[in-house]
């Protein structure tokens, strides 16, 4: 790879995206009903520690957030909370149609239908819930995705801070939370 | 054909006590029509008495025609290995019914989710209001007159592209060629 190319990178970020993509620490946080397919994603059938996948146990040690179907109004402030609490790089993935259109639950009071508003996300896989083979070709997208360097929403967060906020007091109407000064 | 006799003596027993309307709906099932007054004597007799030690579930059905409440005591006998359904009508406008909290513990978790979920009081009832739902100041989520669709579409945003959905009842019957009676046709989604 020579310099002189239009998308280059510079050795030192392809070693630390190349890094960075075959290590991924999930969180160990099974936000709703998604969260049955992650325990056969990972033993030995369907064996997700060969990618580099294993379980982080806080919030601080973890990479990846993985938002496993419905949110309720009740989760998503405690998701919010643990998401401002991941360091940078983050990433998150999202499973089912409940967090694209709202899925099976888009008339209830009590559930988000579209995810993105509340936290960025990078990677949506569809299913109702998707089976491992679908979650391992969702982590695969992910390594692409961060290979090709547009996995920067972390920052993006704290950019665009008042966007996510305005949204999120708009359905959290009790707002006792910290203020990160990141 | 069953041996229904084992039910028929529980029933007759029951009426003989008090008198109540009742019927033995099939095997192990047993249902009593009781006025809200009486609740807690007959659920006392059958507790003490007649073997019938475990509340199972305390449900509510809306009856937003007649105007009422109806609450169902689901009591269970280990060793008749009956149901007995004890069935009352509460006024939907001012909805106040008795705590049984002393006769079974479970019943206070059932009845805070009661009084979140359909807005029936129990006086004496000791339990944070805040059970299930989180900072909720609409009216109690299950009754029937309230629009969960119209409230999701307000508060939550949209994606759009979904608004070609179809409503599952009327996709159905359509295609099975049966016909939605009128008394449903009021709460279609048009």
């Not at chain 1, 520690?49 to 989760?75: H, W």
């Not at chain 2, 059905?61 to 069935?87: A, C, N, R």
Request: hydrophobic share 35%; glycine share 6%.
């Amino acid at each position: 790879m020579s310099t002189n190319e239009k998308n280059s990178k510079t050795i030192l970020e392809y070693i630390s995206e190349w890094s960075r993509k075959h290590s991924l620490f999930v969180m160990a946080y099974g936000t709703g009903c998604g969260a049955i397919e992650i325990p056969s994603t990972m033993t030995s059938r369907y064996d997700a520690e060969r990618f580099g996948i294993r379980g982080a146990a806080t919030p601080r040690q973890a990479d990846v957030l993985l938002i496993t179907g419905y949110l309720a109004t009740k989760t998503l402030k405690r998701v919010i909370r643990v998401y401002e609490q991941m360091q940078n790089p983050k990433y998150v993935i999202a499973f089912g149609s409940c967090t694209i259109n709202g899925g099976m639950y888009y008339d209830s009071y009590n559930t988000i239908n579209s995810l993105d508003r509340y936290i960025p996300v990078d990677v949506y896989i569809n299913g109702c819930m998707p089976r491992p083979e679908a979650v391992i070709s969702g982590f695969v997208k992910l390594q692409e995705e961060i290979a090709a360097g547009r996995c920067h929403k972390g920052e993006k967060y704290i950019e665009n801070l008042e966007w996510y906020r305005a949204n999120q007091k708009k359905i959290i109407k009790n707002w006792r939370m910290p203020d990160y000064n990141w | 054909m069953e041996n229904l006799e084992k039910e028929n003596n529980i029933l007759l027993e029951v009426q003989n006590a008090f008198k109540i309307k009742g019927k033995v709906i099939r095997d192990r099932r047993v249902e009593v029509m009781v006025s809200k007054d009486m609740v807690s004597s007959v659920l006392l007799f059958l507790k003490n008495q007649k073997g019938f030690i475990h509340l199972a579930h305390i449900a509510c059905i809306d009856f937003i025609e007649e105007g009422e409440f109806q609450l169902v005591y689901v009591t269970w006998s280990p060793e008749q290995k009956i149901h007995v359904m004890v069935k009352t009508r509460v006024d939907r406008e001012n909805p106040v019914m008795e705590n049984i909290d002393n006769i079974w513990d479970q019943a206070n978790t059932y009845e805070r989710e009661m009084r979140e979920m359909y807005g029936i009081e129990f006086p004496g009832l000791v339990g944070d209001h805040e059970f299930i739902l989180e900072d909720w100041d609409e009216m109690p989520p299950m009754r029937r007159d309230f629009d969960t669709h119209a409230y999701a579409h307000k508060t939550f945003y949209q994606r759009p592209g979904r608004e070609d959905a179809q409503d599952v009842r009327e996709t159905i019957t359509k295609r099975s060629g049966e016909v939605i009676p009128e008394y449903a046709k009021k709460y279609s989604r048009e």
